[in-house]
């Protein structure tokens, strides 16, 4: 079963910190990653997507991947407590690359 | 443009009921996807369509049917309702470019009693 790891948290960042969301999976020939947010009640929503080992940067998200260690991390700077959510990592999988396989998320929750 | 349209946001069943939940997209995608997703379990696949005539199964297709005979449309059939399909509902779409995620809809909350 080819699987995507993440904790579930909740991560707990005051107002202002960096949150740092991790995500490790197991099949090797995964190219693409995509973190979602998804607010309670709502569906997700895509937020960054990398394919190159390194970091990739958008406003205050940083997306962060190390194929060689099998993990994407998702930096969140200035953390706000409308950041609060829970994180979904997703990774192609399939040798199509026609699907995604989620994470169970990450909750982060960022008090004022 | 309205992106993915799901419908209806919130449908109680009875077991042994029949349902077809909606999808449709108006951004031409040939992918389409249906996700189910329960408390703490995260997003599962049921199945899924890289164009229209063509349709697979994906990680928990059982109990589930579905139809791909337009590229807008991608129906989910449920056939006798069990209280295991009981969950949140997600169809998603996305262009045939590998690095582009998806579009979600709003979801389809289902319960079944």
């Known amino acids: 079963q080819k699987e995507v790891e993440q904790n579930s948290g909740p991560l707990s960042v005051p107002e202002g910190a960096i949150a740092s969301l991790n995500c490790t999976y197991s099949d090797r020939g995964s190219q693409s990653f995509f973190w979602y947010r998804q607010y309670s009640g709502k569906s997700p929503e895509l937020i960054m997507f990398i394919y190159s080992n390194g970091d990739k940067e958008d406003g205050r998200f940083t997306a962060q991947l190390n194929k060689a260690s099998q993990y994407v991390s998702l930096l969140i700077r200035d953390s706000q407590p409308s950041d609060s959510a829970t994180y979904l990592c997703a990774v192609n999988i399939d040798s199509g690359y026609s699907t995604l396989t989620f994470g169970k998320g990450t909750m982060l929750l960022v008090s004022p | ?113």
């Open chain 2, 1 to 113: 443009n309205a992106g993915v349209t799901q419908t209806p946001k919130f449908r109680i069943l009875k077991i042994g009921q029949s349902m077809t939940l909606q999808c449709a997209q108006d951004m031409n995608h040939n992918y389409m996807y249906w996700y189910r997703q329960d408390p703490g379990m995260g997003l599962k696949l049921i199945y899924y369509s890289v164009g229209a005539g063509i349709t697979d199964k994906g990680e928990v297709p059982n109990g589930y049917n579905v139809s791909r005979s337009t590229t807008e449309d991608f129906p989910l059939r449920l056939e006798l309702a069990a209280p295991s399909q009981t969950s949140v509902y997600f169809c998603a779409s996305r262009t045939g470019q590998q690095n582009y995620g998806y579009t979600f809809g709003s979801g389809t909350r289902l319960t079944v009693v």
